[in-house]
């Protein structure tokens, strides 16, 4: 017999995931971009200001890696509650 999925809790910890990982995105593309600029911009990456670096790279990559992370944590949370996507 078929387990029946628990939708609200399926929900809450997709809604918690995606949360999150807006919340990084924001706090690196803008906060550090922007925000922190002046006081990132006192450390070097590789010759380049911090603060720069993150407004110019980090943010990229740092959002290519949320990517790949929220496949991997949703591949988690719907195996977890025995969805097939």
């Known amino acids: 017999m078929v387990k029946p ?4 809790a399926y929900w809450h910890a997709t809604i918690r ?3 999150t ?3 990084i995105w924001f706090m690196v593309s803008f ?3 922007i925000l922190f600029r002046t006081f990132l911009d006192e450390f070097s990456l590789r010759g380049a200001p911090l603060g720069f670096w ?5 943010s990229i990559y740092v959002f290519v890696g949320l990517i790949f992370y929220y ?5 988690k ?3 977890k509650f025995g ?3």
């Open 21 to 23: 990982l807006l919340v």
């Open 71 to 75: 496949c991997w944590a949703m591949n």
């Open 54 to 58: 993150f407004a110019q790279n980090g």
């Open 5 to 8: 999925i628990d939708r609200k």
């Open 17 to 19: 995931l995606t949360s």
């Open 31 to 33: 906060g550090a971009g």
């Open 77 to 79: 949370i719907e195996l």
């Open 83 to 85: 969805i097939n996507g």
